[in-house]
């Protein structure tokens, strides 16, 4: 569980530094902080999939997930960096403090 | 009353420069027309506005959090110095300078420019701005509504004190949607930014200059008079003419001489020697350079051509110039004494050059039709003066600006700036008539460009006598009032005493806090009895007359201190050691100019009444 909240806390800081410097007009810097926080996040999600295979009790609402991480690939193919920003914020980021609450 | 309407009575109240233009704006005349501009609902129930431009739809707020999203793109700049100064282009619909607004402090200032009327009209109608319109510290400029705000705003506001805490921005998307609005919005901050440190840097480099000029040209009150009285005397229904130092003035000379009697004529005193010599005498020379070379002024005992002047006009000119002077500007040091006197101070904007100042002179008279006659503002090959003189500041400072001729021409950075003053003041004054005299150089914008036989025979058709001997007669002061002038000088040598005490009782408070800061060694009580003391002896500093005059020293000597001043970081300890370093500098500084001043005031003390008295 502890590791869990370690990676949880990783995926938030990176997704805080990213969208801080969209919110701030940093494209370019924040296009890069990006490729970094997916590559934090993809390792973050395969974290989360291996600790639910190990722990029946661990809940994670994949649907939910997916339709996030769906939204926010549109808003990189749409290149609108605030609503990215928005669902990094205020979907994925809650998503996964609310799992290391639960 | 609807939104609309309520935002449009703040306008109505507290912008009516803006207001009496949008009251006739038609919404033909914008500019960055949209197709289409609305406003949605976030998801924390805030809006977010959405527009459409060339075909392109921007969303310019967070469809989640707006305010939060203002905030985390506000956090990127720092507040936290005193006398802040805030340009933004673009209000959108007010969420992120509302952001500035609470972050710029109470001495903050923002300037707003909004390329796009359709965003403000749809804004106006739709949300409640009437905090932004009532905020005197916020000054907001609409494309094409009130253009010329934006630029005479910037060159009001910036100051010695706040022009290293600049802070510049774009609303999120503004850039990408005006870019040539936007290329504007800089190449103005820009322009504004390098006039308002020409204006520093001459406060610098005159600064002692200043002092030795008003009080070593005290002894001429006695036999001056005013603008005001100058203009009783004048023929009205005849134009100004200027005559400027410009290298065309040497071939209109024959049409000078034509004009004597019909303009009244006005030389700038770098062209009065050569006037003079050519046999055109004008009806009166102008000075303002407080360090004018005594070399460019003819000292020639028989000439008494009326000399119109600032109390700080160079004293070395004043004491070879022997017929009349009149006061167009009085030193803020005098003001408070010519009010005191029963009179209005004379008043006139310095402006850039002395040609300029002329002008400015010429509207006070009340002159409808102004020719300028040498005022190229530009090189004629590589002579930049009447004469064949030659003056290079380098080719640094060279440009090209366009010429009468729709060709590139080439100029200084310092003559633009006067193309720029006269640009501002024909928007300013639409009514005065301005009939630019010359076949080469810049262009001004706004005045009637022809030959000067031209000239002469459409604005100068009846002649005018004047009388210089009922101008020698008017004196501002009588007897009386010279008694009152040495009394207040007297006071203010009293008063120098008592600054200086209270200086050097300020540097030994600011050395006990500048101990502390290393030390520990006081109490907050001791502190904060000290930082009071030194705040009543700035108060008792500030408040008397004569620091009108030392301010200038005081500048001059330490303007690298009072640029910095209200600049913060996040180190309290390391603020408080700056601040207190920094206001000990200024106190010496302080204590100097009191020192710089004390002789030459009594000098001027001794030399008031005139010696027949």
């Not at chain 1, 920003?85 to 799992?99: G, R």
């Not at chain 2, 022009?163 to 921005?169: L, P």
Request: with cysteine; hydrophobic share 40%.
């Amino acid at each position: 569980m502890q590791e869990l909240s370690i990676v949880v806390s990783e995926m938030v800081d990176a997704i805080d530094r990213t969208t801080t410097l969209f919110y701030q007009q940093k494209v370019d810097e924040g296009y890069e902080s990006l490729y970094l926080t997916l590559g934090i996040i993809t390792q973050g999600m395969n974290c989360l999939f291996r600790y639910k295979e190990l722990n029946d009790k661990f809940v994670l609402d994949e649907a939910q997930l997916n339709q996030i991480l769906s939204q926010a690939m549109a808003a990189i193919e749409e290149k609108d960096t605030i609503l990215l920003s928005d669902i990094l914020q205020y979907e994925l980021k809650e998503f996964l403090q609310n799992i290391v609450i639960d | 009353m609807s939104i609309y309407e309520k935002n449009l009575e703040c306008i109505e109240k507290h912008r009516d420069y803006m207001y009496n233009l949008l009251k006739d704006f038609n919404m033909s005349e914008a500019s960055n027309r949209l197709e289409e501009v609305k406003s949605v609902d976030t998801k924390d129930k805030e809006k977010a506005l959405i527009i459409k431009h060339n075909s392109t739809q921007y969303r310019l707020n967070s469809l989640y959090r707006p305010l939060d999203e203002a905030d985390r793109w506000a956090s990127q700049f720092d507040f936290q110095n005193i006398d802040n100064l805030i340009t933004i282009f673009g209000l959108g619909n007010g969420t992120f300078v509302r952001t500035i607004m609470d972050k710029m402090g109470p001495n903050g200032i923002l300037v707003i420019y909004e390329p796009c009327a359709d965003i403000f009209q749809h804004v106006m109608e739709n949300y409640d701005i009437s905090d932004i319109l009532t905020n005197n510290r916020i000054s907001i400029t609409v494309e094409k509504i009130n253009d010329f705000e934006f630029h005479n705003t910037l060159r009001g506001v910036i100051n010695i004190k706040n022009i290293s805490n600049q802070i510049m921005c774009v609303h999120p998307q503004y850039d990408k949607i005006f870019p040539e609005s936007c290329v504007f919005f800089w190449k103005e901050l820009k322009d504004s930014y390098y006039s308002a440190r020409l204006n520093i840097n001459t406060e610098i480099f005159f600064g002692k200059r200043f002092i030795d000029n008003i009080l070593k040209n005290i002894k001429y009150l006695a036999d001056t008079c005013m603008l005001s009285e100058l203009k009783e005397l004048l023929p009205k229904d005849v134009p100004a003419m200027i005559v400027a130092a410009g290298p065309s003035v040497g071939r209109q000379i024959e049409e000078l001489k034509r004009a004597k009697g019909r303009a009244v004529i006005f030389a700038v005193d770098r062209i009065l020697e050569f006037l003079l010599d050519e046999g055109v005498e004008p009806d009166f020379v102008v000075s303002l350079d407080p360090k004018k070379p005594v070399k460019y002024f003819p000292n020639r005992p028989e000439c008494n051509v009326p000399l119109i002047c600032f109390q700080e006009s160079n004293y070395e000119i004043m004491d070879i110039h022997y017929g009349k002077k009149i006061i167009c500007n009085c030193s803020t040091f005098l003001r408070e004494l010519y009010q005191k006197l029963g009179k209005v101070p004379p008043k006139t904007s310095s402006s850039a050059s002395v040609a300029t100042l002329t002008f400015s002179v010429c509207v006070e008279l009340g002159f409808k039709d102004i020719i300028l006659v040498g005022q190229d503002l530009a090189y004629d090959g590589e002579r930049s003066h009447a004469g064949n003189k030659e003056e290079h500041y380098g080719t640094t400072k060279d440009l090209m600006l366009e010429g009468v001729d729709g060709k590139m021409i080439r100029s200084r950075y310092d003559w633009k700036e006067f193309v720029v003053w006269y640009q501002d003041m024909l928007t300013l004054l639409p009514d005065i008539n301005v009939i630019d005299a010359k076949e080469k150089g810049a262009k001004i914008k706004g005045t009637t460009v022809m030959p000067l036989r031209e000239a002469l025979s459409s604005y100068c058709k009846q002649s005018f006598d004047f009388s210089r001997r009922q101008l020698e007669e008017r004196k501002t002061f009588n007897r009386e009032d010279l008694i009152k002038v040495r009394e207040y000088l007297s006071s203010s040598l009293v008063a120098l005493g008592k600054i200086v005490r209270r200086a050097k009782q300020s540097i030994k408070s600011c050395d006990l806090l500048i101990e502390n800061c290393n030390s520990n060694s006081l109490s907050d009580v001791e502190i904060q009895d000290l930082i009071k003391k030194l705040g009543r002896n700035n108060k008792y500093i500030e408040k008397q007359p004569i620091y009108l005059l030392m301010d200038k020293f005081v500048i001059a000597s330490s303007a690298q201190y009072l640029m910095e001043i209200n600049r913060l970081t996040d180190d309290y300890m390391k603020n408080n050691l700056n601040t207190y370093e920094k206001a000990k500098s200024i106190f010496q500084a302080v204590i100097d100019a009191a020192e710089y001043i004390k002789p030459t005031l009594e000098e001027a003390i001794e030399q008031v009444m005139p010696t027949n008295d």
